[in-house]
T-cell receptor, first 114, second 113 residues
Framework: DTAVSQTPKYLVTQMGNDKSIKCEQN?????MYWYKQDSKKFLKIMFS???????INETVPNRFSPKSPDKAHLNLHINSLELGDSAVYFC?????????????FGNGTRLTVT | DQQVKQNSPSLSVQEGRISILNCDYT??????FLWYKKYPAEGPTFLIS?????DKNEDGRFTVFLNKSAKHLSLHIVPSQPGDSAVYFC????????????FGQGTELSVKP
């Protein structure tokens, strides 16, 4: 009965490869997010979708492309992986788009680029 | 330009005592603040929040205090329990930013029996 699930949990790959991380939520939430936790432990928003519509797109290299086939899924595709992409990526969802709607996070995907 | 800062990377407290975690912010447009708790290998989980129209919000053992003039908030846990040992993230958002949360870098709390 996992609320927000993301796969894989660990991803080790070489520079230059293309990889995807999948996320699904069964909470019936309208809004989904991708956050990146870097080596300094800061959690930074990358993207947000509301009912399949992109609403937040932070300054992220265009090698990162989110895709939301429906409001329960938000996948993250990364092209031409670089060493600096190594981080933990968290998917999250919230009931509403509003600023005061708490996020529910998945357990993260640890990406290591060698 | 880190808008939300948690200046203490770690805190150690004895079981039964009070834990106080601090958070400072710089953006005066922030009007909603949240605390999240994170265990290793898990995602952050929502703990408690406070709107800028309040200066205190309490939920069981957890109380968040907001001092808008000082741009400072704190999370009090009393009494602290070993199961509270985790990383605590402070986060802030603004009404005009469409749900974007800005997180601090976290404080690792260790509650010793």
């Amino acid at each position: 009965d996992t609320a927000v699930s993301q796969t894989p949990k660990y991803l080790v790959t070489q520079m230059g490869n293309d990889k995807s991380i999948k996320c699904e939520q069964n909470l019936g939430h309208d809004t989904m997010y991708w956050y990146k936790q870097d080596s300094k432990k800061f959690l930074k928003i990358m993207f947000s979708y509301n009912n399949k519509e992109l609403i937040i797109n932070e300054t992220v290299p265009n090698r990162f492309s989110p895709k939301s086939p429906d409001k329960a899924h938000l996948n993250l595709h990364i092209n031409s992986l670089e060493l600096g992409d190594s981080a933990v990526y968290f998917c999250a969802s919230s009931q509403q788009r509003g600023y005061n709607s708490p996020l529910h996070f998945g357990n993260g995907t640890r990406l290591t680029v060698t | 330009d880190q808008q939300v800062k948690q200046n203490s990377p770690s805190l150690s407290v004895q079981e039964g005592r009070i834990s106080i975690l601090n958070c400072d912010y710089t953006n005066s447009m922030f009007d909603y603040f949240l605390w999240y708790k994170k265990y290793p290998a898990e995602g952050p989980t929502f703990l408690i929040s406070i709107s800028s129209i309040k200066d205190k919000n309490e939920d069981g053992r957890f109380t968040v205090f907001l001092n808008k003039s000082a741009k400072h908030l704190s999370l009090h846990i009393v009494p602290s329990q070993p199961g509270d040992s985790a990383v605590y993230f402070c986060a802030a958002s603004a009404r005009n930013q469409g749900g974007k949360l800005i997180f601090g870098q976290g404080t690792e709390l260790s509650v010793k029996p």
